[in-house]
């Protein structure tokens, strides 16, 4: 089997592919993440997930076949971009934002294979319950809202804002599982490989 490499610093992007069974290498690539102007959403974490599959292949020093896998995602709420927040008055700022509405994440996924790329991007709707302002600075003192789009973590203390969702958990974690299960079952990378071992 070829081997896979997943270009993304994340661990809750390598805990979602170790959980359905797929063996890989994480490495890093590192890629300018400014939106271009007038950039709709959907295609900005497209064009990154690509990019980073790129910048991942560039790193790997591999005689055979290879694939490696690239992941973005946005939290984007009435068609802005909100990204990793800068300090916590921007955390806060976002968290204020999206109090008491329904926000899109968009998470795109690349798998790259020599000069071949296909691309998917998943749409989830989040809503969140009202949010006070004591409340945002203390999930800002958590540390956890540090390093992550939108300035929250569904899988983690950032649940509690989470009163709905519509599309997929996983997507918003940072993985949409489904779909890169059938994006890599397109380039011969089974899941589940541990059982077809046995």
Known sequence: MKPLYLASGSPRR????TQIGVAFSAISADIDETPLPAELPSAYV??????????????????????????DTAVV???????????????????????????EVLTAIAVLEGERCESRVVRSLVRFRPISREEAAAY??????????????????????????????????????CETAELLGHFGIPCWQ?????
């Open 14 to 17: 390598r805990e979602l592919l």
């Open 46 to 71: 497209e064009r990154l997930a690509r990019g980073k599959a790129e910048a991942g292949r560039r790193t790997v020093n591999c005689a055979r076949p290879f694939c490696v896998l690239g992941a």
């Open 77 to 103: 709420l009435d068609g802005k971009i909100l990204g990793k927040p800068v300090d916590e008055a921007d955390a806060c700022a976002m968290l204020m934002m999206l109090s008491d509405k329904e926000h």
């Open 140 to 177: 800002w003192a958590s540390g956890e809202p540090g390093d992550k789009a939108g300035g929250y973590g569904i899988q983690g203390l950032g649940a509690v804002f989470v009163a709905g969702l519509n599309g997929s958990y996983s997507a918003v974690v940072g993985l949409p599982i």
């Open 194 to 198: 541990n059982l077809n071992a046995q």
